[in-house]
């Protein structure tokens, strides 16, 4: 069965520093697409990243980046220069196609604090 | 932008009612999804639809169904609320394509009393 994990359930980083926030998954599956979303208390969940299994490049988008070890079965969320902003849930969550239906499995979440 | 939207945000019900929750996605996307949060528990898929009146279970799917008459509406139903049901429901679409996010709706915070 595939599996997300999460084992930070909070983490707390100073404005301006970074921040890293474990996920590991299990799969037996080689083609699948992994995520980390953002849930402020407003609620409203927001995509973050997304990473290609098939993709050796980590993905980045501004001063999100992750570290994607594939054999490791590991996809860490690195925030960068953090911001009050960044203060939410992360999810990490896979995806992948199995017997024909689709599988979008997410992890337990990370309760991220910035401290001014 | 993509919006899905459900139908409340808080809602309370008594236990033994029927109960419908109600997500409408406006971007034309085949996949539709019903999770529930709970706290320490993330995200658990009770239903999802792939295609108008086509529906598959979740992890969690006893005490739910789902209907999907049209492809832009996507309803959970709670045949007889119970208290254990009190919990967040997150609708999300999907376009069908390989490398597509899902977009979620603002949640429904369902107390059952």
């Known amino acids: 069965a595939q599996t997300v994990t999460q084992s930070q359930p909070e983490m707390s980083v100073q404005e301006a520093e970074t921040v890293t926030l474990s996920c590991t998954y299990d799969?037996?599956?080689?083609?699948?697409?992994l995520f980390w979303y953002k849930q402020p208390p407003s609620r409203q969940m927001i995509l973050v990243i997304r990473?290609?299994?098939?993709?050796?490049q980590n993905a980045t988008e501004n001063r999100f980046s992750v570290n994607f070890q594939k054999a490791a079965k590991s996809f860490s969320l690195k925030i960068s220069d953090s911001q009050l902003g960044d203060a939410a849930m992360y999810f990490c969550a896979y995806r992948a196609l199995i017997g024909g239906s689709e599988k979008l499995v997410f992890g337990k979440g990370t309760k991220l604090t910035v401290n001014p | 932008d993509v919006k899905v939207t459900q139908s409340s945000r808080y809602l309370v019900k008594r236990t033994g009612e029927k109960v419908f929750l109600e997500c409408v996605q406006d971007m034309d996307h085949e996949n539709m999804f019903w999770y529930r949060q709970d706290p320490g528990l993330g995200l658990r898929l009770i239903y999802f639809?792939?295609?108008?009146?086509?529906?598959e279970k979740g992890d969690i799917p006893e005490g739910y169904s789902v209907s999907r008459e049209k492809k832009e509406r996507f309803s959970l139903i709670l045949e007889s609320a119970s208290t254990n049901q009190t919990s967040m429901y997150l609708c999300?679409?999907?376009?069908?394509?390989?490398?597509?996010?899902?977009?979620f709706g603002q949640g429904t915070r369902l107390t059952v009393v």
């Open positions: 799969t037996s599956e080689s083609d699948y697409y």
């Open positions: 639809s792939y295609d108008v009146k086509m529906k």
């Open positions: 999300a679409s999907r376009q069908g394509l390989p490398n597509t996010e899902a977009f």
């Open positions: 990473q290609e299994a098939y993709k050796q």
